[in-house]
């Protein structure tokens, strides 16, 4: 049989498959909780070792001194992570700090481990304004990153990305904004790093654009939009590339009944074209399988409050088909979610999340299939 361009590179990229298997849950795990604290938005990677880290953002539970309710803009909230050197089963107690912002409180660091054993971190912040009639508390700062080449032990930075064109949004000091977004980079077999930045469109929705990275992370080139529309928002969004080279992006989106968008480029992220997946959920992760496939994790604010996956074929072509796998429907409101998962040796997957049971304290939680 003779194969296709796209077939024949998948070959020489993609290792050999594993025969597919059902992937069933086997257990819940707590990865950290602390009830002086408002732990949420993680991320995870395994490192070359088999050492797990997990990244999230920690700010004080208001509600101790009075607060009426939650909030995700503080500023004393610092990005922070956890390590497991047996596969998940046992975390460091105290979080080691990844960055504290110099003039903000930071939001959900995403962990990328790019191919030459760096460890490149995104995040974006907010400033805290005076009190002020008819103002908001707190003003954008955009979006930065931070770059470990020890394993996560010591950080540098920050790298300031540029401004997404065609937007004029500044921060509370007038200087244009920099691009931002919460979501999985994505290192691609070109090398380059490729990152789903958000931004507003003239009709005053959330629009998605790719930026594209030739040096890990360091400097980075606009290339086009990902998903725009006169009436529907698109906002966090996670980057994958398939076995044959094509960029998929799954889209998190705002007046469209909160179902999933899933965006595709076949000619190296240099245009998109994107529909709906069928399905609700938001915001999503994707990560490959030992047989190929590709395990798309998600959170679900509907009730009951929890988290769900699919497991999708290698080109990620049958999201609107593929069964849908509860992991978690114990929540006890919509504020949790924003999975990421890791494949652990034997195939297993974790994973991870931000939960709340009863509304009660919001912890970093974990569920491990196989």
């Known amino acids: 049989m003779e194969l296709t361009r796209g077939q024949f590179l998948a070959t020489l990229a993609a290792p050999p498959l594993r ?3 059902e992937l069933r849950k086997i ?4 990865i950290y909780r602390n009830e002086r604290f408002y732990s949420a938005f993680p991320s995870i990677l395994r490192r070359p070792d088999g050492e797990l880290l997990v990244a999230f953002r ?7 001194t009075g607060a009426s309710g939650i909030t995700h803009t503080d500023a004393n909230s610092n990005l922070v992570l956890v390590r497991s050197r047996d596969q998940g089963a046992t975390w460091s107690a105290e979080p080691e700090l990844i960055w504290t912002h110099s003039e903000g409180g930071s939001q959900d660091p995403c962990l990328l481990a790019l191919r030459d054993g760096s460890i490149l971190c995104s995040s974006y912040a907010w400033y805290q304004m005076p009190p002020a009639p008819e103002r908001k508390p707190y003003a954008f700062l955009g979006g930065y990153m931070v770059r470990s080449r020890d394993g996560g032990r010591s950080w540098q930075g920050p790298i300031v990305p540029p401004p ?8 509370p000091f007038g200087a244009p904004l920099p691009s931002y977004n919460r979501g999985a980079m994505c290192q ?3 090398g380059r790093v490729y990152w789903a930045v958000a931004h507003q469109t003239p009709a005053g929705h959330g629009g998605i654009s790719l930026m594209i990275s030739a040096d890990g992370g360091s400097t980075w080139t606009y290339s086009c939009p990902i998903a725009v529309d006169a009436k529907i928002g698109f906002n966090e969004t996670s980057l994958y590339e398939t076995a044959q080279g094509e960029l998929v992006a ?3 989106t705002e007046k469209y009944d909160d179902q999933t968008v899933i965006a595709r480029s076949t000619d190296g992220g240099k245009s998109f074209r994107w529909e709906g997946a069928g399905f609700q959920g ?16 998600y959170g679900y604010r509907h009730k009951p409050f929890g988290i769900r996956a699919r497991i999708l074929n290698p080109e990620c072509t049958d999201a609107r088909t593929a069964p849908e796998i509860v992991l978690r429907d114990d929540g006890g409101s919509g504020d949790l979610g924003y999975p990421w998962a890791a494949v652990l040796p034997g195939g297993q997957v974790l994973t991870v999340y931000y939960f709340n049971q009863e509304n009660g304290t919001r912890m970093i939680a974990g569920t491990v299939c196989g």
């Open 27 to 30: 257990r819940d795990v707590v």
């Open 164 to 171: 997404t064109p065609g937007t004029d949004a500044k921060d």
């Open 250 to 252: 799954f889209v998190r």
């Open 58 to 64: 920690r700010a004080p539970d208001r509600r101790r």
């Open 188 to 190: 691609g077999r070109d």
């Open 19 to 21: 025969p597919a298997r």
């Open 282 to 297: 938001h915001p999503h992760h994707a990560v490959r399988l030992p047989d190929g496939r590709v395990w798309l994790a």
